[in-house]
């Protein structure tokens, strides 16, 4: 009887599961690279599992996610698309990462400003604004100041890199958790003068 347990156990049917393949911090879509298929027994399947990557990716992460952590479906949540007009459909996906209190800006950012495009979505950046102050007195040169405009703020997305012609400058899109003041801060010195991001250790 015991070597026929054995044998059923070791015979019984295998389901792939997706598990975590690197750590995933809350609030950040999910990418493939960041899953993987792990072959389990069916008896010990978890309710809510996905049995193909694909499931998977472009959810959002509710909670950080570590390495070898299973994926099921309480843990993630998939945007509902929805048509913009035009037959394209978009997700909610910003909304969902977006933390309660802030709202999602996008700026431009060079390749030496972004930290040679090594900031990640997930990573938590300062934003420094340098900008020229003119004085009304015509004989008094401008004064160029640099300041802190956001702190500790959350890298939502990034986006493609764009290649201005004109002055041969590579620049990507980052958006952020911001909070109102600290968005009308950081649009001010994008339009007015240059963005800076310094990326946290965590």
Do not use: W
């Given at each position: 009887?015991?070597?026929?347990?054995?044998?059923?156990?070791?015979?019984?049917?295998?389901?792939?599961?997706?598990?975590?393949?690197?750590?995933?911090?809350?609030?950040?879509?999910?990418?493939?690279?960041?899953?993987?298929?792990?072959?389990?027994?069916?008896?010990?399947?978890?309710?809510?599992?996905?049995?193909?990557?694909?499931?998977?990716?472009?959810?959002?992460?509710?909670?950080?996610?570590?390495?070898?952590?299973?994926?099921?479906?309480?843990?993630?949540?998939?945007?509902?698309?929805?048509?913009?007009?035009?037959?394209?459909?978009?997700?909610?996906?910003?909304?969902?990462?977006?933390?309660?209190?802030?709202?999602?800006?996008?700026?431009?950012?060079?390749?030496?400003?972004?930290?040679?495009?090594?900031?990640?979505?997930?990573?938590?950046?300062?934003?420094?604004?340098?900008?020229?102050?003119?004085?009304?007195?015509?004989?008094?040169?401008?004064?160029?100041?640099?300041?802190?405009?956001?702190?500790?703020?959350?890298?939502?997305?990034?986006g493609e890199t764009l290649k201005e012609e004109?002055?041969?400058?590579?620049?990507?899109?980052?958006?952020?958790?911001?909070?109102?003041?600290?968005?009308?801060?950081?649009?001010?010195?994008g339009e007015k003068g240059s963005l800076r991001?310094?990326?946290?250790?965590?």
């Amino acid at each position: 009887m015991y070597l026929n347990k054995a044998t059923t156990n070791t015979t019984s049917t295998l389901k792939p599961l997706v598990i975590v393949k690197t750590d995933i911090p809350a609030r950040t879509v999910i990418a493939a690279s960041q899953l993987e298929l792990k072959d389990i027994p069916i008896q010990g399947y978890p309710q809510g599992g996905f049995s193909t990557i694909q499931n998977v990716v472009g959810s959002v992460a509710l909670l950080n996610l570590s390495a070898g952590d299973l994926v099921v479906s309480s843990m993630v949540e998939r945007p509902s698309p929805q048509s913009n007009g035009d037959g394209l459909l978009t997700g909610s996906t910003a909304a969902l990462t977006v933390p309660n209190g802030k709202r999602a800006v996008a700026i431009p950012i060079g390749l030496v400003s972004g930290v040679g495009y090594a900031i990640r979505p997930g990573n938590h950046v300062d934003v420094l604004v340098t900008i020229d102050i003119n004085d009304s007195n015509a004989n008094t040169q401008a004064v160029t100041l640099t300041t802190l405009a956001a702190q500790d703020v959350l890298v939502l997305s990034i986006g493609e890199t764009l290649k201005e012609e004109k002055n041969k400058v590579e620049t990507k899109s980052y958006t952020l958790a911001l909070s109102v003041p600290q968005a009308m801060a950081v649009t001010l010195g994008g339009e007015k003068g240059s963005l800076r991001l310094l990326c946290e250790t965590r």
